[in-house]
């Protein structure tokens, strides 16, 4: 290719797509590729099991990864809950979904193909599926998902506001919220996975809107299912789509135009058969473990579907997602505002963050106590990405671009450094406590940064040690 042609290629290419992309690759060696906590252990046992044993018995599985600490796995309840429960079928309790399984089979499938060549050119590696690349493709395997839901956000906000307010948007929700954590230091976590799917429904979602093509129907329906098995709590972004058709109904009945029943019905049955096809391998799963299609008792009992919580998730000090990541205070009033200029859009937004509020309130651990941040809203970083793009857009429009910058870069230094606190242990594990954590960042972790990014790059596992284990039984929220 010549220069001419380069540089025209390069003029033509979007600038700011270009560098999330530069932003993401020297981001590569941030990624610590482990399985250590119980949620990612379930979510990976379902691949491994499956293709490496042909069975869904994971008690081979659990013992191999508690044998690395038993004292740690003990004490932290894992023997209990998933070698010595047994299930109403005989075998071991898996309580998270298969979805992450199936986004992550090609990144296992290429693991185990390196592995095979490289002992078929003399390497010894193991092939079990238990050994280094194995997991470490499957980290890479999230982190990418993870920067992919990025990727669909960017060109979403891109279809609604001006640069570079997409940009600075994207890059508010990726750094100063809990996606940057579950995406490079817990990749294995459900998390980086379900963003992806369900930035995934909403891009295309909001690309293909107002139309009634069964295939559009029926991708949405693919897309909402596969949401669903990822994190189940994710097929609420469902609501979207009868939020489609109340919106194009009430737009009949004010213009006085005829609504599309037959097309109405003939798509809803269309996305509703299209979720339960992908939702399929969720309900065997569920009958092989448990002998019936549904979750494990031990999960279903944690559920209060009266949501008393719901407030707590928001407002609670210690817990509440307002207080561990509090630019998304601000990005849900810039929904509201947003929901002022742009009706339809807004409040289905609304409704499917309400959703999903609802939803974390009804859970017993609806606090995620031991986990970094509310972990549950990482799928609701879209949402969230249209907000923090109102407020941007007020402020560019009136001038104030530095300011815009400057908020930006607080919310994501505050979220940076608390997950510094969080990952070392410098801070209570279990809640959140602002006054001290802010003191932390004052004052402790200005004098202790070159020493902890000196270990981060050369002695990780010991930066990484599980710490805290009398929480990991209570991580093991869905």
Known sequence: MNFKKFSSLYSKADKSLLFLCLVFVFSLPLLTPRIYSSDEIEYYVYLRSLYKDGDLDFRNDYQTFASKAPEEYRKSGFYHTFLELETATGLRNNFAPVGCSVLWLPWFVAADIYVNAVNFLGGDIRTDGFSAPYIQMIAYGSMTYGFLALIFIYLTLKRFFK????????????MATPAVYYMYVQAPMSHACSMFIVSLFIWYWSKTLGSFK??????????????GIVREQDIFFGILLPAELAGQLYYSIHTKKRFPLKKAILGTSAAIGACILVFIPQLIAYKVLYGHYGPSPLVARKMMWTSPYSWEVLFNYGHGLFFWTPVIFFAAGGLIFFTVKNRFIGLSLIAAFLMQVYVSGAVGSWHASGSFGLRRFVSCSMVFAFGLAFLFSFLWEKRQKLTAVLIAGIFCLWNLQLIVQFATGMMDRSRLDIIRSARIAVIVLPEKIVHIGRKFFTERDDLYKIKDNKNETEKRNK
Request: glycine share 8%.
């Open 163 to 174: 640069p570079p307010v997409p940009l600075i948007s994207t890059l508010t929700v990726w």
């Open 214 to 227: 069964i295939s559009r129907w029926v991708v949405l329906g693919l897309l909402i299912g596969t949401a």
